[in-house]
């Protein structure tokens, strides 16, 4: 299997733009989890889909970001307008049966906000 | 809730010298322990698991056992090489949270 892919793998933008960050799982999984990485906060969990359908949404920082996943091959992690402060690694992980599965990452995309 | 306290870093070793990362959770019922490793400038991957109390974990010559008088989920390696040297995580998976837990990484760095 090719893994869970993510783009891009750098990001650089300037404060007030939009950012988007895609994810495509490894197929079959039925769960998508997005985390945020700094040094500063660690690894945090953002959002999780099961079946396409977010289930717990409550790490997501700001209404400023927001999470799509229109189907179960495509994820989005949005955030507009993007600020510094939102630097940081983004990872992508998808899990077979349940949330507490084995978790499989992508690479992460590192976005950093001018 | 569930957490996971892992050993504070960073670890820094000489090549073959014996590896020992702690790792100690609070849970309600049975949740599975996880250690997962990042190489610089990759994603998690999973280096090992259990399920249930008493179980071992092992892969690459790493070790953990699921130890549930103690709370328990160390990581032991007995001879580490310069290429071990990443961020350990522990985690946890099916206590009272529907998503996994994770400790807050220890980065080691193994010296030739």
């Known amino acids: 299997d090719a893994g869970v892919i993510q783009s891009p793998r750098h990001e650089v933008t300037e404060m007030g733009q939009e950012v988007t960050l895609r994810c495509k799982p490894i197929?079959?999984?039925?769960?998508l989890f997005w985390y945020r990485q700094t040094m500063m906060r660690g690894l945090e969990l953002l959002i999780y889909f099961n079946n396409n359908v977010p289930i717990d949404d409550s790490g997501m920082p700001e209404d400023r970001f927001s999470a799509k996943m229109p189907n179960a091959s495509f994820s989005t992690l949005k955030i507009q307008p993007s600020e510094p402060r939102d630097s940081a690694v983004y990872f992508c992980?998808?899990?077979?049966?349940?949330?507490?599965?084995?978790?499989?990452f992508g690479p992460g995309t590192r976005l950093t906000v001018l | 809730g569930d957490s996971v306290t892992q050993m504070e870093g960073p670890v820094t070793l000489s090549e073959e010298a014996f590896l020992t990362i702690n790792c100690t959770y609070t849970a309600t019922g049975y949740p599975s322990l996880f250690w997962y490793v990042q190489y610089p400038g990759e994603g998690l991957q999973l280096l090992l698991k259990a399920t249930k109390a008493d179980d071992k974990g092992s892969n690459k010559g790493f070790e953990a056992t699921y130890r549930k008088e103690t709370t328990s989920f160390h990581l032991e390696k007995g001879s580490v090489q310069v290429s071990d040297s990443a961020v350990y995580f522990c985690?946890?998976?099916?206590?009272?949270?529907?998503?996994?837990?994770f400790g807050k990484g220890t980065l080691l760095t193994v010296n030739p």
């Open positions: 992980a998808s899990s077979r049966i349940r949330a507490t599965d084995t978790q499989y």
């Open positions: 197929s079959g999984h039925d769960y």
């Open positions: 985690a946890l998976g099916g206590g009272s949270n529907y998503k996994l837990t």
